[in-house]
């Protein structure tokens, strides 16, 4: 944690000064990889609750490596289908978690998870899973990455009877940064 002049309870995305953190404790026998992030963590939980395996989706952006392998693999353990566009020159996001005693310290690195593009989203191979889906979940964040994502599952999930379109706020500077806050109000 000192190393990387990290805090604990504390939650930040990484600078170039973390970057290795990742490779450091990749080399650790004890460590342990999970499918996560705010919106595939959400997924997850829903999935669990759900209890049948392939009752829910998660679409998102990796890159072309072991981390998007494992990401995968660890989804898809918890029952959730994935389907991720891949940008072969960005890294897939990672994030460590370093604990010590019964405290963590989080640095995220986005990467590619930054590269989603709502043309994969409306491709024939994407397009039926949010179709076929009852609710559509999003990170408020999601909005600085691809708001003409957002649109077209708002304006798909407006168009069907009974679907539901949830957002989460928890990001207060999407409200704040005024063409965060007008992409964010178009959506809703």
């Not at 310290?105 to 709502?118: D, E, F, G, I, P």
């Not at 957002?150 to 379109?165: P, Q, T």
Request: glycine residues 6%.
């Amino acid at each position: 944690v000192d190393k990387y002049g990290l805090k604990m309870s504390n939650a930040i995305l990484a600078e170039e000064k973390h970057m290795p953190v990742y490779a450091e404790l990749a080399k650790m026998s004890s460590v342990k990889y999970i499918a996560g992030g705010a919106t595939l963590n959400t997924i997850r939980v829903a999935q669990w609750m759900m209890q049948t395996k392939g009752a829910s989706s998660y679409i998102g952006c990796v890159g072309d490596d072991d981390y998007a392998k494992k990401m995968k693999e660890c989804a898809e353990a918890d029952g959730v289908k994935t389907a991720f566009l891949t940008d072969k020159e960005t890294p897939t996001g990672t994030c460590a978690c370093l604990i010590v005693d019964k405290e963590r310290s989080l640095v995220a690195n986005l990467a590619a998870a930054n590269k989603y593009k709502v043309d994969h989203m409306k491709s024939k191979e994407i397009a039926p899973i949010y179709e076929a889906a009852k609710m559509i979940y999003i990170a408020g964040f999601f909005i600085t990455v691809s708001p003409d994502t957002i649109m077209l599952l708002a304006e798909h999930c407006n168009s069907v009877s009974g679907k539901k379109f949830c957002m989460n706020l928890s990001a207060p500077f999407i409200m704040q940064v005024p063409p965060f806050a007008d992409a964010l109000k178009k959506a809703l």
